[in-house]
């Protein structure tokens, strides 16, 4: 258990082997020949163990790990955070629950060579890689000196097209790995490989239903435990009755979500495969992601759980990997607040058995080496930002203001007509001027060009500073029209702002 020093928990290494955790002894404890947990329990770890080691041999093994390593870390974690009482009163099915949990949270990062070829030729992967441009772009010219490549060339690009494939499908199971469809794929499978339709069952009666909604939680947003589907009905009951015991499903998600957040250390990525792995050195779109978590993980050294607040002790030679401490230790903060709210608005009987023990409060301490690490930002001040784009502080004369809105619509009616299909298509722009009710005038500029739907208002119309124009998926679809010339240059700077405030002109 964990090492206390003048009321500080240190929080130590996982055991070797998950069965030395408290919640584990627990499971065994409670199990008997009549509900078949610990038989059950080694079945199922017989299965996992292997399957979630298959994340660090495909497109997630240059990512911190979610193999066996992680699942243990969470069962140990678990004991860190459950008081003793609480440990001791959870049913059977509980412990089987957040074990099971453990295990499969993460286990859709994994897939066989077979899964691997399914998901790559799937409607909704090609979909999906068609919003990822750097990929699909770098994928289009890859496939294309394929086919005119030497031998020495030809294994270059397929090595490259490989590649890119791989990077493509982290973003895609990345996405969809904690959904309810996804857990359905991997029971069956677990089941299949196991050879024990009773994998996921308790005195003949099944929990698979309960342990994917437990899976799925670690991706959403914490008041998801406090969801209610119907009258009466709650998404995460605190009473429900599987096979003759009760689960609190609820508390076995949050157990779930605070462990996985908190295994944020150096065990979770060795340094020895950090540097086995290459991924220093990676250049495949996206990899640096993976860089980014790899080294914020490798600088912590070790977490200790205080009376008031929880301390990430680390060591960094790089003010960037300081600041992504910071800032994760602040998501962890957030997680545990927001959790541990939820929680506490549960009756007074449920409060006081299901309690987890932390503080709401996270600090990072971190030893900067070779570096003075200083927080600064660059704000803006809305009162002036509002004023130049609303005011007449923008154009050296009002009626500049005119000139542009008309270029804005020249440069819509031209995108349209370089993406056009029709060719009737006729673009058409009229100014009209108009009164309101308020005695307030209004010059409208109004054309028929390209028009925004809800992705691109979302995505950059609402988001100062981005052009659509400018973007990827612009460009692909220039690059996919027939009548597309390369000569299209939009000229209009105010494509984000539809109304301009020129008062008197």
């Keep these: 258990m964990s090492a206390?020093?003048?009321?500080?928990?240190?929080?130590?290494?996982?055991?070797?082997?998950?069965?030395?955790?408290?919640?584990?002894?627990?499971?065994?404890?409670?199990?008997?020949?009549?509900?078949?947990?610990?038989?059950?329990?080694?079945?199922?770890?017989?299965?996992?163990?292997?399957?979630?080691?298959?994340?660090?041999?495909?497109?997630?093994?240059?990512?911190?790990?979610?193999?066996?390593?992680?699942?243990?870390k969470l069962l140990h974690l678990a004991d860190q955070i459950i008081p003793a009482a609480t440990?001791?009163?959870?049913?059977?099915?509980?412990?089987l629950l957040i074990i099971y949990a453990a295990y499969l949270h993460d286990m859709g990062l994994s897939f066989t060579s077979v899964e691997r070829s399914r998901i790559l030729s799937s409607e909704d992967f090609l979909e999906s890689l068609q919003r990822w441009p750097e990929i699909w772009d770098a994928l289009t010219r890859a496939r294309g000196?394929?086919?005119?490549?030497?031998?020495?060339?030809?294994?270059?690009?397929?090595?490259e097209i490989y590649q890119l494939q791989e990077a493509a499908l982290s973003a895609y199971l990345r996405s969809q790995h904690a959904s309810p469809g996804r857990y359905r794929e991997l029971i069956e499978r677990l089941k299949s490989v196991s050879s024990r339709s009773d994998l996921f069952q308790i005195r003949a009666v099944s929990f698979e239903e309960p342990l994917i909604d437990i899976s799925v939680s670690h991706n959403l947003a914490p008041g998801a435990l406090a969801e209610v589907k119907e009258l009466y009905e709650e998404r995460y009951a605190r009473d429900l009755a599987i096979g003759g015991e009760q689960a609190n499903l609820q508390f076995c998600a949050a157990v779930l979500r605070l462990t996985d957040i908190m295994d944020f250390d150096r065990e979770r990525t060795p340094k020895i495969l950090f540097d086995s792995l290459g991924i220093a050195s990676r250049v495949v779109p996206g990899a640096e992601v993976s860089i980014y978590e790899w080294?914020?993980?490798?600088?912590?050294?070790?977490?200790?759980?205080?009376?008031?607040?929880?301390?990430?002790?680390?060591?960094?030679?790089?003010?960037?990997?300081?600041?992504?401490?910071?800032d994760f230790c602040q998501?962890?903060?957030?997680?545990?607040?927001?959790?541990?709210?939820?929680?506490?608005?549960?009756?007074?009987?449920?409060?006081?058995?299901?309690?987890?023990?932390?503080?709401?409060?996270?600090?990072?301490?971190?030893?900067?080496?070779?570096?003075?690490?200083?927080?600064?930002?660059?704000?803006?001040n809305q009162a002036a930002i509002s004023s130049l784009l609303m005011g007449e502080g923008l154009y050296s004369h009002p009626a500049v203001a005119i000139r542009e809105l008309i270029q804005n619509a020249?440069?819509?009616?031209?995108?349209?007509?370089?993406?056009?299909?029709?060719?009737?298509?006729?673009?058409h722009i009229s100014v009209a001027l108009a009164t309101d009710a308020a005695k307030r005038h209004w010059i409208e500029v109004n054309d028929n060009g390209i028009g925004m739907d809800e992705h691109v208002l979302t995505e950059y119309f609402l988001k100062l500073g981005n052009s659509y124009y400018e973007c990827h998926e612009f460009k692909r679809l220039l690059s996919q029209s027939p009548r597309a010339s390369k000569e299209f240059i939009p000229i209009s700077a105010i494509w984000h702002r539809p109304c301009i405030d020129i008062h008197d002109c």
């Design 4 to 72: 206390r020093v003048e009321g500080v928990t240190i929080i130590p290494a996982a055991p070797a082997d998950p069965r030395k955790c408290a919640i584990y002894e627990v499971l065994l404890r409670k199990s008997t020949p009549e509900n078949g947990a610990a038989e059950r329990v080694e079945a199922f770890l017989g299965v996992a163990v292997p399957a979630v080691d298959l994340t660090i041999a495909g497109p997630f093994k240059e990512y911190t790990l979610h193999n066996r390593d992680h699942s243990k």
């Design 410 to 427: 020249l440069d819509a009616c031209a995108a349209r007509l370089e993406l056009e299909t029709d060719s009737n298509y006729q673009p």
């Design 145 to 159: 000196r394929l086919q005119f490549a030497s031998e020495k060339e030809r294994l270059q690009a397929e090595t």
């Design 331 to 380: 998501i962890i903060e957030r997680e545990i607040r927001d959790t541990l709210g939820v929680l506490r608005r549960n009756s007074p009987q449920v409060a006081a058995k299901y309690v987890i023990d932390l503080p709401a409060s996270v600090r990072a301490k971190v030893r900067a080496v070779g570096y003075l690490f200083k927080e600064m930002s660059l704000e803006l």
């Design 295 to 326: 080294q914020k993980h490798m600088s912590v050294h070790s977490i200790s759980i205080e009376q008031d607040e929880i301390v990430v002790s680390a060591e960094s030679r790089h003010p960037v990997i300081e600041k992504a401490i910071k």
């Design 87 to 95: 440990m001791d009163s959870l049913s059977v099915l509980e412990c």
